[in-house]
């Protein structure tokens, strides 16, 4: 078996070392010491609660490394949560809850590419997801994806193979109106051709 390299990070030697001996002793892991050069697949990150201190360990990992994150922390509220979540942080564990156990298996979802988040947590940040779009995004004709309603009208007629004089005539656009959403869509997102660009919208569920 491939044991996952870990990273450990924590506010106090107490903790650090409370969390590194349920980790040591676990063949799936390899716990890697600070001073090791190499590149851990996922860091363990100990902190009693969230504060900017903390919040700038998160990004200074997410910046310097390529690792995933696991946090695991006594206090987290929804905007802390949040803030984890734009850092980086793939799965939190509660301190309360964070057995050897629990810890391996959150640790090697995420070291799989998944998320890990308490059930009760994950609720919460899908409702504070759902309100930034419904009273920050939505107001300005933006989605999470980074298209707006009208790009997304266009990829959707031109995934069912009308040409820009029938997309436009459609929208009520002029022609170059459309050839300019179209330009825009592809060179934001990086999107080679119209092909790209419906496939870009397939992945998205867009259409």
Not at 18 to 34: F, H, I, K, M
């Amino acid at each position: 078996m491939d044991r996952i390299p870990v990273s450990l990070r924590a506010q106090d030697p107490i903790s650090r070392a409370g969390v590194a001996s349920q980790l040591r002793t676990r063949p799936e892991l390899r716990l890697d010491d600070p001073d090791d050069e190499g590149s851990p697949s996922v860091v363990v990150v100990v902190v009693d609660t969230i504060d900017e201190a903390e919040l700038r360990v998160l990004r200074s990992v997410q910046r310097t490394t390529t690792a995933r994150m696991v946090l695991v922390a006594t206090h987290i509220d929804d905007q802390q949560l949040v803030s984890a979540a734009e850092c980086g942080v793939a799965g939190i564990v509660r301190r309360a809850e964070a057995t050897p156990e629990r810890l391996v298996q959150v640790i090697s979802a995420v070291a799989r590419g998944e998320g890990s988040v308490p059930a009760d947590l994950l609720g919460r940040l899908l409702e504070q997801v759902g309100r930034l779009q419904g009273q920050v995004l939505g107001p300005r004709g933006l989605n999470f994806n980074g298209l707006t309603a009208r790009e997304i009208q266009v990829l959707r007629l031109v995934a069912e193979g009308y040409d820009t004089a029938e997309i436009a005539t459609k929208l009520s656009y002029s022609e170059r109106t459309i050839k300019n959403v179209l330009h825009g869509i592809m060179t934001r997102l990086q999107l080679r051709n119209r092909s790209h660009a419906v496939a870009y919208a397939l992945r998205q569920g867009l259409i």
